[in-house]
């Protein structure tokens, strides 16, 4: 299991859903897929509503499309932990880089708390006796 994730992401659902629009595009396995009805949930979103809306399901891409999204400045970005939104430029990345083990790329608050963290992989060492 990997760190736990202590951000809350509000972001508008008109970027959400272009990007999902674009892995559709380049994903054929999209189509049986929970990311098939998160878009769908999307597009029958109302516009004229301006409370935010909690996603309704999670899907395995959506933590890269938050990431993506997030590093190029889009939505707010709260700590759970400390309780204050972070700043865009306050946010630390902290991303391993293939060493032994799980490895993780981190969006980190000022504080020290792991806001969002995607499994990148896992590596494995043998040792050469």
């Excluded at 999209?30 to 597009?43: A, P, R, V």
């Excluded at 109302?46 to 309704?56: F, G, I, K, V, Y």
């Excluded at 992989?121 to 050469?128: A, E, R, Y």
Aim: glycine content about 6%; some cysteine.
């Amino acid at each position: 299991m990997g760190p736990e994730n202590r951000g809350e992401f509000i972001l508008d659902a008109d970027d959400v859903e272009s990007r999902m629009k674009g892995i559709q595009q380049h994903v054929t396995n999209m189509e049986q897929s929970i990311e098939k009805t998160l878009l769908y949930w999307l597009s029958q979103r109302d516009n004229s509503l301006a409370e935010q809306t909690d996603m309704p399901i999670t899907a395995s891409r959506l933590e890269n499309i938050v990431n993506e999204l997030v590093q190029a400045g889009a939505g707010t970005v709260c700590c759970r932990q400390s309780g204050q939104e972070v700043q865009h430029e306050q946010l630390i990345l902290e991303d391993d880089d293939r060493k032994p083990g799980n490895n993780y790329d981190r969006l980190v608050c000022p504080h020290g708390h792991i806001l969002l963290a995607i499994d990148t992989g896992h590596f494995s060492v043998i040792p050469n006796y």
